[in-house]
């Protein structure tokens, strides 16, 4: 005969259901924060360099065609992003270094930080100066204080808006009129659910 067996059953379930479009792009920006946060990012730029398209798919002007409707160029723009990602990270180091070498008085003000910060890393945990003593954060506050006031005298407000905005406008332009579907295929077919090719 059956003979009644109890089996306990308890606990949580945590299960997060997988996002997807949007959301999924959101969720991998968190991420990415929390890397750069806790001084990954040397390793996740390098990570996401290898990944580099060759240049002459990059610019091979025979793909640039208009797309022929709204939903396509917003598929269109998504997987263009997702493809040529590390080629548009070097368009922006690229720009960045270019106003660099061309603002030498910012070029100063940015070595000079550098090194301002690599000293305090260095050295002691507190420091007397007068009367009074500066903890570790306190240090850093101040030291970020002096590279902002330098970093504004030499005009890196207007240089970092230029950079973001030559970035955008090369970005947007290039992921809008470059013709998707003369990409490889994609591995993941969820990839952009909510966008419906018409």
Known sequence: MAENVNIEISGEINATPEKKGLQKYVNEMELLLQHVRSGAAPALVMGVLNTRRPWTQFVATEN?????SLPRLSRRFYRNVEHFQA????????????????????????????????KLT????????????????QQYAVAAAGSMALCWLAGAGAVLFWV???????VALHASL????TLPPSDDPEQFPMIEQV
């Open 64 to 68: 640039f065609k208009a797309p022929a």
């Open 87 to 118: 080629n548009y990270l070097i368009v922006f180091l690229g720009l960045f270094a270019y106003c660099l070498i061309t603002s030498p008085l910012l070029l100063i003000a940015m070595v000079a930080s550098f090194f301002g910060y690599r």
């Open 122 to 137: 260095s050295g002691p945990n507190t420091w007397k100066i007068g009367g009074w003593e500066l903890t570790k954060t």
């Open 164 to 170: 973001l905005g030559a970035t955008v406008t090369v």
């Open 178 to 181: 470059y013709d998707a579907e």
